[in-house]
């Protein structure tokens, strides 16, 4: 079985494709499945620009829209998860995942899918350290801030992950788990990227919850992206080992994609449900917070913690509701396909409760507990005076790349900077 991965997406599918078919014809082999390990950009029309956050030069239609609109079929299954520059008004109406387009999956805002006898989970968004404790509050239509702290990873999902405690296969994240380049070779990491060395030192480049995840889970495989540079690690833990890759941006001539051979398996290569990880969404459903503070979830090795995982009950309980653990080919269009004669405006948001959401939520069990408001809401204060909006603390150029060619005429924005001198 072949999977191929990819680091940021960007939008770039077209080329994505393309890639495979090449590697398939010149290797004589058949990719099964396609990870893509965030900033995916699932922009179905003009309207979805306006919910994605990303310096107004890169606002662009991209290749998305041809997969959701069916003018193009994705040729491999694509399993995602979100990053920092996302459609945000369309992944958040499927926060346990679903199909953007056929053959296109989002894992989910946390998730857990299996194929082909593989255990494949995966944490959207990256970390900061002022949204974590915050409950699930955004809601479409977002507004400046809240366009931004949709993709914040919570506690609330970390904690979800930690739950898991079947053995893990493939794990996804955007950002990198902190500390990981500690366990490669970080010398020729720095010489790519010198200006990591600080954060390096500092032991602060990454997050701090992928962390966890890592050294709880111990995944057999770590793939991301969003540091804009491959690098391979293995992370040894007491009984096992955690192979770690990350991947470029899809741009030609860098190191985006990356083609991985794993053993075949009895199980057929089709996209199912992982039944402890509905187990576990089931039963810890009740303890998620819409409104602005997440009260503080049971720690790791409590009594109060282990209630929560997925027992011979639960699990029993998930296999009935389910009888076929099989992701059903459920797609739906809840959005107008990209007109290009349209004005921008002309495109209605999509407000519509997605139903792939709402079919897995009643198999489940559960309420779609994700709010739907009309009314923008925040709560970082008044919104600030046009032209004195905050920094945007996650805004870091995407010309980066094209600037390391040269010697740098600046230092390339460190986002905690910005973190301190913004609004939070
Ligand atoms: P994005 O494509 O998500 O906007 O930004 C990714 C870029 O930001 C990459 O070029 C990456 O090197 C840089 N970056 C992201 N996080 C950090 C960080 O914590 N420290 C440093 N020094 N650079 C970062
Ligand atoms: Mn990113």
Redesign the pocket.
Known sequence: MHIAIEG?CHGELDRIYETIAFIESKHAIKIDLLLCCG?FQAVRNAKDLESMSVPPKYKQMQTFHKYYSGERRAPVLTIFIG???EASDYLWEMPLGGWVAPNIFYIGRAGLVNFGGLRIGGVSGIYKSHDYYKGVFEAPPFDNQTMRSIYHIRDFEIFRCKLISKPIDIFLSH?WPRGVYHHGNVDELLRK?P??QD?ICSNS?GAAPLEEILARLKPSYWFCA???VKFAAIVNHADSQTRFLALD?CIPGKDFLQVLCFPDSDEPKELRYDSEWLAIVKATQSLLATDRWQPSLPSQGTDDFNKYQANEDSLKEIEEAFQDLRVPENFVATAPVFDQSAAVDSAPPSLAENPQTLELCRKIGIENFYKQSTEAVSFEGEAAPKGLEAPNP???D?D??EEEEEPPLKQ?K???EHEETGSA
Request: charged share 40%.
């Open positions: 940021c900033d990053g920092n520059h950002d990227k200006y990591f954060d480049l969003h540091l804009h941006k996650d805004e870091i995407l980066l790349e390339p460190n986002d905690r």
